[in-house]
C-alpha cells in the first residue's frame, strides 16, 4: 500500500513539473520554417500561429525557462500570454465634478459665484434618440453628408449582441478569437454597448449611433468576465487585418503591452486601418494598446465638459469624447448608461468611420482630420484632451 501511495505521489510530481506554460514567441523572418521544430524539441507545441507578425502561441512544461527559449537561433522575443482583465467601466454613478463643501458653498453664494455641476443628463439633445454625447459630438450634423454607409468598422470586444433591434440592421459579421468554432455574441455586455454608441441605426427608437449607417463587425477577444489573453486580442486584429477593416474600436486596456501587440498595431497601421483606443479608468498614465504611436488615444469627458475623475491621461491623448453616463444598447434587446474612456472611444471610432465616409482615406489623414475638427475644452490641458472635442460637422465640411 505504501508503495502504491509513493508511486502516485511521484506521478502527481511530475504531473505538476509538466505543466504547460503558455508563451507568446516572435522570431526573426529567416526562422519560420523551423520554429514548430524548435519548440517540439524544447518539448512544447504550438496552439495558434499569426499570419500578419511573426510570432506564434506556444504551450511549454513550466520547467523551460525563458533563457532556455531565447538560446534558440531567430527567437526574438518571450513574453506569457497573460489572462487578464482588459474592461472595467467607470460606475454610471460617478460624477467627475465633486460638488463642493459647505464653507466653499456658503462662501460662493456671499461673492455671487456659485456655480453647481451640471446633471449628466443636463446636455440631453430634443431629439431623444440621440444620446447627448453622440448629439455633443455634433454627430448629426454630420449625416446629410454622411453617415457612414459602406464604411466597415470592426468592435474588438466582449463580442456584440447582433439580434438587438437597434444593432441587427448594421451587423455584417464577425470572428470569435475566445472559440473560434463559435459565434462573436457578446455574453458580458459591454461590447453591445460599445456597439450602438458606434453604429446604432437611425429608426425613431431606442438609441443613433455615431455612424448609424456603419457596416458593423462583432470581434470577440475577450470573455464573460471582460477578461482575455494577448494571443485574443491579437488574433482579433489580425482578423481585422484579413477582412480589410477600415475602423477598429478597442474600448480595453491593460497596464502594459509586449512585443506580438506591439508589431501587431504596426501591421494595422500598414494596412491602412484607423485604430481608436480608450485611454484608460484608472486615473493615471495611459494604457495599452491606446499607448501605441498608431492608436488614437482617447480620454472621457462629461456633460460639463470637465475630464472625468477616472480617466487616463498623458502625451498620447489623440483627443476627448463623452464618457460619463453614456446611454446605449445592452446585451439582451435593452439600453442602459455605462461610463468609461471605454464608453468616450466609440464616440471617437463612430468619428473616424464619419471622416473616412468623407473621403480620408488611411489612419494619418483620419487622426490630422479628427484633430483638425477638434475645439480644445476650456481649462483642460494637452495631457488631458489631446487636440480636444471633435465637432463633426467641421469633421466632414
Not at 250 to 276: C, D, H, P, W, Y
Not at 384 to 395: C, D, H, I, K, W
Request: hydrophobic fraction near 45%; glycine fraction near 10%; charged fraction near 15%.
Amino acid at each position: 500500500m505504501k508503495r502504491i501511495i509513493m508511486a502516485v505521489s511521484v506521478l502527481l510530481a511530475a504531473a505538476t513539473a509538466a505543466q504547460a506554460a503558455q508563451k507568446i514567441i516572435t522570431y526573426d523572418q529567416s526562422f519560420k520554417p523551423g520554429v514548430k521544430a524548435a519548440i517540439k524539441w524544447l518539448g512544447g507545441s504550438v496552439v495558434r500561429e499569426f499570419k500578419y507578425v511573426n510570432a506564434v502561441v506556444a504551450d511549454l512544461p513550466a520547467n523551460v525557462k525563458d533563457a532556455s527559449i531565447y538560446s534558440v537561433e531567430g527567437v526574438r522575443n518571450v513574453s506569457d500570454d497573460t489572462y487578464q482583465r482588459w474592461i472595467e467601466a467607470a460606475p454610471a454613478s460617478l460624477q467627475s465634478v465633486p460638488l463642493p463643501t459647505l464653507g466653499q458653498a456658503l462662501r460662493s453664494i456671499r461673492e455671487n459665484t456659485l456655480a453647481l455641476p451640471k446633471p449628466a443628463d443636463a446636455a440631453a439633445p430634443a431629439d431623444k434618440e440621440i444620446p447627448w454625447g453622440v448629439a455633443r459630438v455634433n454627430a448629426a450634423a454630420a449625416w446629410d453628408y454622411t453617415a457612414g454607409k459602406g464604411v466597415k468598422v470592426a468592435v474588438i470586444d466582449t463580442g456584440v449582441d447582433f439580434n438587438h433591434p437597434d444593432l441587427a440592421p448594421n451587423y455584417k459579421g464577425g470572428y470569435n478569437a475566445v472559440d473560434p468554432a463559435a459565434a462573436p455574441l457578446d455574453d458580458q455586455g459591454h461590447g453591445t454597448h460599445v456597439a450602438g454608441t458606434i453604429a446604432a441605426v437611425r429608426d425613431n427608437s431606442g438609441v443613433a449611433g455615431v455612424a448609424p449607417a456603419a457596416d458593423l463587425y462583432a470581434v470577440k477577444v475577450l470573455d464573460k468576465n471582460g477578461s482575455g489573453q494577448y494571443s485574443w486580442i491579437i488574433a482579433g486584429i489580425e482578423w481585422a487585418i484579413e477582412h480589410r477593416m477600415q475602423v477598429i474600436n478597442m474600448s480595453l486596456g491593460g497596464g502594459s503591452g509586449n512585443e506580438a501587440l506591439r508589431l501587431v498595431m504596426e501591421k494595422a497601421g500598414e494596412a491602412g486601418i484607423t485604430v481608436v483606443c480608450a485611454a484608460g479608468n484608472d486615473a493615471g498614465p495611459v494604457n495599452y494598446p491606446a499607448k501605441y504611436p498608431q492608436a488614437i488615444a482617447v480620454s472621457a469627458s462629461d456633460s460639463a465638459d470637465k475630464i472625468a475623475s477616472f480617466s487616463s491621461r498623458g502625451p498620447e491623448l489623440a483627443v476627448i469624447a463623452p464618457g460619463v453616463k453614456i446611454h446605449s444598447t445592452l446585451k439582451g434587446g435593452g439600453y442602459g448608461a455605462l461610463s468609461g474612456t471605454s464608453m468616450a472611444c466609440p464616440h471617437v471610432a463612430g468619428l473616424a468611420v464619419l471622416a473616412v465616409g468623407a473621403g480620408a482615406a488611411g489612419p494619418e489623414q483620419v487622426r490630422a482630420a479628427l484633430k483638425g475638427a477638434a475645439d480644445k475644452l476650456p481649462g483642460l490641458t494637452a495631457n488631458e484632451q489631446g487636440a480636444g472635442l471633435v465637432n463633426a460637422f467641421r469633421l466632414v465640411r
